[in-house]
């Protein structure tokens, strides 16, 4: 009897799974962001699209966009596109600010993915699975940073003035924005290409050898295409992210240089809703038909694949040295002078500011977190409750993402039409911009839903979880369903002819092929997790629910010693945890 | 972008911020948070995580005659170095008999903005921490009062005069900042008026705040409208012309200084309380009054109108005004209180300067201007 209701489980397994997806994303994110972004149709209570029309044909937004569709003759506009005093309007401007980002994100992340891939040193797994690490860090941990490595007195500078050279003048430029977004994107690059360097079938590259193939051409031929995807999937989530970006860029580049975020942040503040979520759903329009065009592409060219078996890596001291191997240990070398100054300097600064006060070297900020910890009264937040919020919530959420972003992936690589529209929109987490999704809540979760004459509110830990699982699955969605739709489909047909579920297929079968990605994706889980903070925030009830990265907010003050000090907990408790997912990830991989 | 986001926009003096911690309703155990209340009928709805709060100080549920729940800002009760909250729970409760319960919601005054138009029970009896422009705000956007006339305070009239900014009588002041440039007198001499600020000397050395973002920032260019009146937009294209910089918070700019990026930034002029606290060179701590005026940031207190306990609200007001509470607020918070008989220690004036002339507009001038003044400055400052 319970046999065979265990079957019947099994059986509606992924239906279930999807409808309780389903069911969530309504709960804590579609019916919350909806209520803010009918503000944009409904500004007077009355459905119009007048909203939209003032953005689209505002040149402060639109930039010479918006002067042809206010009306403005088309030569006109042309003449003053072609003349250096156009203008590319906020949104203009963010498109481009994210380009950039991204272009350097890339080109940051793929030599790291070549190295960790293709190289073997000692400490190779744990420098990949810190690669995440700036994922987590709160902006004004990365602003600290960079001031003291980029800025006028940094450290860039001073290794700059032994040499002869400089000063720079970094800080306050578009170039600081670009080199942060490089900062916090391209781990997240770096991560997918790894994975789908890894997954590159050896035996393809040793045929391609053997039928005469240069390496250079083998890699052209054989390599190459295998990474695409990886990389514009980085690049597309790259773009979408810094798309978004707000507080670094008002941090390091300053106001003449604000992002549509920006605009949307003041106008919610000032309580003017309507034109805050129109300029949001524009956002969120740009961003996810660029995911969509990026998925179109991801389908088109899936590469089929089944077990695959993966090359040795080359030691990073080779016995032997040819000039090839010269020359790629000398590229080696300098990417990693390259990421010591943008990723290992930063993090040092980091610390060493949390280390030291007015006087010199001092222990005085971590006494602080020591002295909140005995004596905070109970409406103050202190470190330890927030460490354990932080690995509670993480835990809980890979257990909810990563179901959620299996059952995404699989409805998703299933064929029928207009599955590309549904996987973009299975995406839109990222997109939407997180101040509405804070406002929305707010208003959907913490004060509730009237049903019925009974107002169900919702907020506190398990709402929490919810949330986060939400920002999170999207990663694991899209760091598994490239494998997924990959995979032979005969071999998914040939379990289901032998009796298997659908879910006992995708255990059994699938899973074990895409299993790299499903780990790499439950360490995404644990960092949005982890860093995540506007829904966080405006969930965490009382002095029992917030997280590291709240408490981090809370501790800034005139001197950023107590906010940095944990904001060092955060990054070692964090780097510990990336650790752990990942090496228990590989040990239980089927 | 869902990840570290938009939430770190902070001001620690100005404490403004779109998204800060919710010391509401208590949620201790996994499941707890979710309730579900009757809307209509007599009884009297509970809060959500009512039933479920571990800690008094932590929940802002059942409400009786005797526990005034107050809202605020976090820094008021939660800052790094010191902030009044904890002694003025503390005092109020052994006086008053009653259980101060402090509630810090996730966006401010806006979440009792919203709760409002959402047909929610305010559930705090007093908020703390009102702007002029947000009263303006709040009055424009808000259908029913959210706030109203306390009636009679014994000692109201010992606020200071021009720090009244509520034609209505609503928003009592209890402290007072003044706006004014720091600046490290060992890389540059401040200049002593706003035109100075253009000149060749001073190039890219002010940095300021973003003024939809920072209270800071909101008051320095309300500064130079009041200086400059229709023609502020020239003066800051001029500034921009020598290479101010705006940044975001107060904390960003402040933090870009400390680290040496620009000399001048504009910031409170209590500065040097804490700089001779922490042991720090005087020097680096300069205090500049651009042609002798500080621009004034009274906060004022304000009962709401569906208020649970009225009459503790209201002794609250009265408390909070009392020559001692005012003095203890005034060093705990590092602004100037707002009575004119504060008792405060002599070598407090030594470190927190009081401007020659005061200055700040007041409701009705930000209530006509305001909106149209912040979206000319962003349009000119930011326009690509």
């Known amino acids: 009897m319970t046999q065979r209701a265990f079957a019947g489980i099994e059986r509606y397994a992924i239906g279930l799974g999807a409808a309780a997806t389903g069911l969530v994303l309504v709960a804590v994110f579609y019916y919350p962001v909806a209520t803010v972004f009918r503000e944009a149709f409904f500004p007077e209570g009355l459905l119009t699209g007048s909203v939209f029309v003032s953005i689209l044909t505002d040149p402060f937004y639109m930039g010479e966009l918006g002067r042809l569709l206010s009306g403005e003759p088309p030569g006109e506009v042309l003449r003053r596109i072609a003349s250096p005093d156009r203008q590319l309007g906020i949104l203009g401007f963010t498109a481009y600010q994210a380009a950039l980002s991204t272009v350097a994100s890339v080109a940051l992340g793929v030599p790291a993915a070549w190295i960790l891939a293709r190289f073997e040193f000692r400490g190779r797994e744990t420098l990949r699975s810190l690669t995440i690490l700036p994922f987590v860090l709160p902006s004004i941990m990365v602003a600290v940073g960079f001031v003291a490595t980029f800025g006028r007195n940094g450290t860039l500078n001073a290794i700059l003035g032994t040499v002869g050279v400089g000063p720079v003048e970094l800080m306050f430029t578009l170039e600081a924005i670009v080199i942060a977004h490089a900062f916090y994107n391209a781990p997240l690059v770096a991560r997918v290409v790894t994975a789908a360097w890894e997954a590159v079938d050896a035996r393809a590259i040793e045929t391609a050898r053997s039928l005469g193939a240069s390496p250079h051409r083998a890699f052209l031929d054989v390599v190459a295409p295998q990474l695409y995807p990886a990389v514009l999937m980085g690049a597309t989530l790259t773009f979408v992210f810094t798309f978004a970006s707000f507080p670094i860029v008002l941090a390091l580049g300053g106001f003449q240089l604000a992002t549509v975020e920006v605009f949307i942040y003041r106008l919610i503040r000032d309580l003017n809703y309507a034109e805050a979520a129109g300029l949001a759903i524009l956002e969120l329009v740009i961003s996810l038909s660029l995911t969509y065009a990026y998925l179109r592409y991801e389908a088109a060219n899936a590469v089929r694949r089944g077990a695959s078996a993966p090359g040795r890596r080359k030691q990073l001291f080779p016995r032997t040295w040819t000039p090839t191997a010269l020359l790629e240990r000398f590229a080696v070398a300098g990417y990693a002078l390259l990421a010591v100054a943008v990723f290992v300097l930063p993090l040092a600064s980091m610390i060493w500011a949390s280390l030291t006060g007015p006087a010199g070297f001092t222990l005085d900020h971590y006494r602080f977190l020591l002295e909140r910890q005995a004596t905070g009264a109970a409406f103050q937040v202190q470190p330890w409750p927030a460490v354990r919020n932080s690995l509670v919530f993480a835990v809980a959420t890979l257990g909810v993402a990563v179901p959620m972003g299996l059952v995404v992936a699989v409805a998703t690589t299933r064929r029928y039409r207009g599955r590309k529209v549904v996987d973009a929109l299975a995406m839109a987490p990222f997109a939407v911009s997180g101040i509405i999704v804070g406002l929305g809540l707010l208003r959907g979760l913490v004060f509730g839903v009237e049903i019925g004459g009974w107002r169900i509110t919702v907020a506190g830990a398990v709402a929490i979880v919810a949330a986060h699982a939400v920002s999170a699955y999207p990663f694991v969605t899209r760091n598994v369903a490239p494998g997924l739709e990959g995979l032979d489909p005969a071999l998914t047909e040939s379990a289901r002819a032998l009796g298997a579920s659908r879910a006992r297929a995708l255990v059994d079968v699938e899973l074990p092929l895409v299993w790299p990605g499903v780990v790499a994706g439950a360490a995404f889980a644990v960092a949005i997790s982890i860093g995540e903070f506007n829904s966080t925030i405006v969930l965490a009830t009382g002095t029992d629910s917030y997280t590291m990265p709240v408490a981090v907010e809370r501790y800034l003050g005139r001197r950023l010693g107590p906010a940095t000090a944990m904001g060092v907990v955060l990054l070692a408790v964090t780097s510990a945890s990336f650790i752990v997912v990942e090496r228990l990830g590989g040990y239980v991989r089927h | ?384």
């Not at chain 2, 006086?95 to 402090?102: G, S």
């Not at chain 2, 305010?122 to 703390?128: E, F, G, I, P, R």
């Not at chain 2, 008051?219 to 229709?230: E, K, V």
């Not at chain 2, 209590?270 to 009054?289: N, P, Y």
């Open chain 2, 1 to 384: 972008m869902t990840r570290n986001g938009a939430g770190h926009i902070t001001d620690p003096s100005t404490r403004r911020r779109f998204l800060a911690t919710a010391g509401a309703a208590g949620a201790s155990a996994l499941l707890a948070g979710c309730s579900a209340e009757q809307t209509n009928g007599d009884e009297t709805p509970t809060d959500p995580g009512d039933g479920t709060e571990t800690e008094p100080g932590a929940t802002a549920g059942s409400d009786g005659p005797d526990t005034l729940v107050v809202g605020t800002y976090d820094s008021f009760v939660d800052a790094p170095s010191t902030s009044p909250g904890a002694w003025i729970k503390e005092t109020f409760e052994s006086e008053f008999d009653a259980t101060l319960v402090w509630q810090t919601p996730p966006n401010d005054v806006n979440y009792y903005i919203e709760r409002a138009e959402a047909g929610v029970e305010t559930d705090a009896d007093v908020y703390v921490g009102l702007n002029a422009d947000d009263l303006v705000r709040i009055d424009d956007a808000v259908s029913e009062p959210l706030f109203d006339d306390p009636g009679e305070l014994t000692r109201r009239d010992r606020v200071r005069d021009g720090l009244e900014f509520d034609p209505e009588g609503r928003a009592v002041p209890y402290d007072t900042g003044y706006i004014s440039l720091v600046y490290d007198s060992t890389e540059t001499e401040a200049p002593e008026t706003f035109e100075g600020l253009l000149e060749e000397d001073h190039r890219g050395e002010l940095i300021a705040q973003n003024p939809g973002q920072s209270t800071t920032g909101r008051a320095f260019l309300l500064h130079t409208i009041h200086r400059y009146g229709d023609d502020y937009l020239d003066f800051w294209a001029d500034l921009q012309e020598n290479d101010v910089r705006v940044l975001g918070s107060w904390n960003d700019a402040y933090s870009a200084w400390m680290g040496g990026e620009a000399p001048m930034v504009v910031s409170y002029s209590t500065d040097q309380v804490f700089a001779s606290q922490e042991g720090a060179d005087l020097d680096e701590h300069q205090i500049r009054f651009l042609d002798g005026e500080g621009y004034a940031n009274p906060e004022g207190m304000a009962r709401f109108t569906d208020a649970n306990a009225p009459d503790l609200a209201q002794e609250f007001l009265a408390f909070m005004l009392r020559a001692d509470v005012q003095g203890e607020i005034a060093q705990r918070n590092v602004q100037f209180p707002a009575t004119d008989d504060a008792e405060l220690p002599e070598e407090y004036s030594q470190y927190a300067h009081e401007p020659p002339t005061a200055v700040t507009f007041g409701y009705d001038e930000l209530a006509e201007g305001l909106e149209g003044w912040i979206s000319g400055w962003e349009r000119q400052f930011a326009g690509n």
